[in-house]
Each structure stands twice: as C-alpha cells, then as structure tokens.
C-alpha cells in the first residue's frame, strides 16, 4: 500500500488529498501546514511519499523543505500553482521526484504519487516548462555522441547494450559517460548516479516523453 502525507498551507487541500487518497486505497499518514509540523506528527513513522506545495509562508527555503521531508525517507512531489519556473527548479535541484500542477485533474495526481512511491522520477509537462521558462537554468554543453550516449543510458538501457548500439567499445561508452558527468559538475547539476543523469536528460529535452519505468540502476 502507497503511504502518503501532504503538506500545504491550506486545509481545504490537504482535506481534499486526505479524501481522494481514501477512495484510491492509499494508506494517508498524516498532513500538517508546514514540514516541521508534519514531521513532527510523523515520529518515525514511515510514508513513501510526502505532497509538497511550493509555497508555504514559512520562511524556509524551498531546498531546506525539500531536503527535511527526503530526511524522512519520503519522495518528494511538488504540488503547486507552478508558475514559479525558479522555485519548481529548485525544488527538482533538491532532490524532487517531479512537479504535479494544482490544477491537475485528481486521477493524475494520484498517478503521480504512485510514480514516485517507486522511487521514479515523474517525467511530465510541467517539469518540462519550469526548466524552459528558467533563463537562469544552465545546460551541459555536450557533443553529438555525448547525447547519443545519454539518452540510450539513461533510457534504461546496460552499458554493455549501448555499446552494441553505437557500435563502440563499452569502455569509450564508459568514458563518455565520464565526460558527460564532468560536464555536468561543471554547471553545477552533478549525476554521480543513472537515476541523476536520466533528470538531467530530462531536463535538457535529450529525453522528452520518457517513460520512467524505463530507467533503472542496472550497467
């Protein structure tokens, strides 16, 4: 069963998860107005994954919220107005599983949830536009075979499988894959992990509409 908490500031929202939970059979732990207050509520208890607004009126940043409820051991998953492309980023820079519109019809929403109680990455719409509308957002400049690299890695497939399909070496694959890491330190967005480089894929559009069941850890 998918654990969920919410957090926002407005109790109509958190009612309203509370009952559309209930009816999608998920388990609803708690919710509070702001992160210390859930928390606090939660004493150790376990959720998969805590709905996050963006914003709170509670003096915190939205990176220091974020990293507090991924303390817990929850995913993240903003549930915004998100017209703030800055704010949504870095939410996502923090360490967010994805972004799902106040607007959003409730069936979505809940779908959301479950993408990220499997420790996925929500791949949708909204990201897409955070990251086009944020004129400060840095991209890696990378090559032609840097992107044919990135996106069949972080698309799911092994390295030994891309390889195949470019026709190189594992070991040049291997070395691309470096190159690429490097370049992404450099702009100040790390990917030490497959799961950071297939956010980073997407949010550079090398992997526009991927699915994320798709990706994994696997070489």
Known sequence: MVRVAVVDDHESVRLGLLAACMR??????????NVKELVDKLAGREVDVVVL??????????????KAVQATGAGVLIHSIADRAAGVREALAAGAAGVI???????????AIKVVARGEVLNNLEWASAIDADVEFAKAQLGRRERDVLNLYASGLPLRMVAEQLGIAPSTVREYLDRIRVKYVEVGRPAPTKVDLLRRAVEDGILPGLDPERAGDDD
Do not use: C, Q
């Not at 519109?101 to 779908?111: C, L």
């Open 53 to 66: 607004d963006l914003s709170l009126g509670d003096g915190i940043s939205i990176t220091d919220n974020v």
């Open 24 to 33: 999608e059979g998920y388990d609803f732990v708690d919710e509070g107005a």
């Open 101 to 111: 519109p106040k607007s959003a019809a409730t069936a979505t929403v809940m779908a």
